[in-house]
């Protein structure tokens, strides 16, 4: 077998490279999910695959869940490794069209690029907190393609000019409007008292696979009021708790902003770090059994 940490696998051929004429090289045209493995399962296997179907129909690319699931299969069997690791699915149009212009769906003929990579310890982040510093570049809004995980990704990549190679400290991205949205691997929430508020993803951001789990299980269980809103900056420095949340990492207590500082991690964010460890511990959850 060979090892996890240079498995990779393209249309289910074991092999490294792809078609310089592919759509998603040249136009970006495609998607991607990024999703823990461990002890043989990807937790949120699910809310993955809902997330691209909802993707591959918001850009007309005729995929279908069945093909990933089985060659999701035939890749995770050759993952030898059995340490916690990273698996990532890019999705794209496949080869074909003239210049922007895609082939027809009918004629498209989409590529499954499969990667399996080791998971970084940053264990010590949910426990000792990270620092947030605002991007410069806002991630302009587009709600055609908001809240999707498309493979058009240069706002970020040039808002991340603005930060150290630290992982402790976090790029804060805002849109055009200002409105916080994000941070540039995960979503962010405010605590204040019993309310539970993150920024509304209409225009512009990813709305995670742990977002929504927070918000459609976790909160209502641990009887917390939820709001998605247009957030000011203002907003955030008044919260009592605030965290990021990572489908792999987890949630990561946000302990400072500027002068501003919280508990790293408050009582609100303690409770839903357990019940996200719980699952992740797990293996395979499906949606009913959250």
């Known amino acids: 077998m060979a090892s996890s940490r240079q498995l990779t696998m393209v249309n289910d051929v074991f092999v490294d490279h792809l078609k310089v004429t592919d759509r998603g090289l040249a136009f970006g045209d495609g998607l991607f999910e990024t999703m823990r ?6 937790p949120l296997l699910e809310y993955h695959l809902d997330r691209l179907e909802r993707g591959c129909r918001t850009l007309l690319i005729p995929m279908s869940r069945t093909l990933v699931e089985s060659s999701l299969s035939r890749f995770v069997e050759a993952i030898s490794d059995p340490a916690p690791s990273i698996i990532k699915l890019i999705v794209t149009r496949g080869s074909g069209g003239q210049g922007c212009k895609p082939p027809s769906m009918r ?4 590529s499954l690029v499969w990667q399996n990579q080791p998971l970084t310890d940053t264990a010590h982040l949910s426990r000792s907190g990270v620092t947030l510093q605002p991007c410069r570049i806002p991630i302009y809004s587009n709600p055609h393609l908001a809240g999707i995980k498309h493979l058009n990704r240069l706002n970020y990549v040039m808002a ?24 540039l ?5 405010l605590v204040k008292k019993n309310l539970l508020m993150t920024p509304l993803l ?4 990813v709305k995670g696979v742990l977002r929504r789990l927070i918000l459609e299980r976790f909160a209502p ?6 709001r ?8 955030l420095l008044l919260a009592d708790e605030v965290f990021l949340t990572n489908g792999v990492r987890g949630i990561w207590p946000v302990k400072g ?3 501003t500082r919280w508990p790293s991690p408050g009582p609100v964010t303690a409770r839903l770090q357990s019940l996200t460890e719980a699952v992740f511990a797990g293996g395979h959850i499906n949606k009913e059994q959250i």
Do not use: M, W, Y
């Open 160 to 183: 991340a000019f603005d930060l150290p190679d630290n992982p402790e400290i976090q790029g804060l991205v805002s849109d055009e409007k200002g409105h916080i949205l994000e941070s």
């Open 37 to 42: 493995f461990a002890a043989g399962a990807i």
């Open 228 to 235: 998605e809103a247009a957030l000011s900056l203002d907003e």
């Open 185 to 189: 691997h995960h979503n962010l929430f």
């Open 202 to 205: 209409d225009g512009a951001g």
């Open 257 to 259: 902003l500027a002068t």
């Open 107 to 110: 004629s498209s003929s989409p």
């Open 221 to 226: 269980n641990c009887g917390l009021a939820v």
